[in-house]
T-cell receptor, first 120, second 111 residues
Framework: GAVVSQHPSWVICKSGTSVKIECRSLDFQATTMFWYRQFPKQSLMLMATSNEGSKATYEQGVEKDKFLINHASLTLSTLTVTSAHPEDSSFYIC????????????????FGEGSWLTVV | DAKTTQPNSMESNEEEPVHLPCNHSTISGTDYIHWYRQLPSQGPEYVIHGLTSNVNNRMASLAIAEDRKSSTLILHRATLRDAAVYYCTTFYGGSQGNLIFGKGTKLSVKP
């Protein structure tokens, strides 16, 4: 099946610094990618929808200036957590939608392995 | 808010079938029903999806109610590796759709 890779798998950063997480679709093109955040024992919360070549659409309550999303190519989207604070510590997960497949031909949305962010 | 409702947890014995229910009473005619499962500290894994007809694949079967307001994921023979949180979501098939996850069902499988 299609593969979505996230990097880094885990990162520890100091409070006040910024950290970037990459999401790559390895064998398909993804016009649309999605970013989620998940706290322990909770469900995934959609943060934003990233569209290649345009601005991301953020969900209500998500600060777009704090969580910068860039989707400059059909295979890469990045999430930058700016001025990170301990409350930003979480599991961040991306998913990508295969641009060339319709649902009738099978699954089209693939998830990355997730990235653990710990802010100290 | 999530558009689906699932039981918080379910238990099964190994090698027995498991039926995981999901209610999606506000589903629209163009929304697909997707199921994912997630192991601890991993990203969700696709299980199955469907629109109106029942669907089968190597992992599971999806039974969709005639009015599409509910569906059931069927694992025919549960294994210990099937222990996970199972999420049912509805997804607009067009280019503007996104996946919103509810709380999911935590499935435990007993040997």
């Amino acid at each position: 099946g299609a593969v979505v890779s996230q990097h880094p798998s885990w990162v520890i950063c100091k409070s006040g610094t910024s950290v970037k997480i990459e999401c790559r679709s390895l064998d398909f093109q993804a016009t649309t990618m999605f970013w989620y955040r998940q706290f322990p024992k909770q469900s995934l919360m959609l943060m934003a929808t990233s569209n290649e070549g345009s601005k991301a659409t953020y969900e209500q309550g998500v600060e777009k200036d704090k969580f910068l999303i860039n989707h400059a190519s059909l295979t890469l989207s990045t999430l930058t957590v700016t001025s990170a604070h301990p409350e930003d510590s979480s599991f961040y997960i991306c998913s990508a939608r295969d641009s060339h497949r319709g649902f009738l031909s099978g699954n089209t949305i693939y998830f990355g392995e997730g990235s653990w962010l710990t802010v100290v | 808010d999530a558009k689906t409702t699932q039981p918080n947890s379910m238990e099964s014995n190994e090698e027995e079938p498991v039926h995981l229910p999901c209610n999606h009473s506000t589903i629209s005619g163009t929304d697909y029903i997707h199921w994912y499962r997630q192991l601890p500290s991993q990203g969700p894994e696709y299980v199955i999806h469907g629109l109106t007809s029942n669907v089968n694949n190597r992992m599971a079967s999806l039974a969709i109610a005639e009015d599409r307001k509910s569906s059931t994921l069927i694992l025919h023979r549960a294994t210990l590796r099937d222990a996970a949180v199972y999420y049912c979501t509805t997804f607009y098939g067009g280019s503007q759709g996104n996946l919103i996850f509810g709380k999911g069902t935590k499935l435990s499988v007993k040997p």
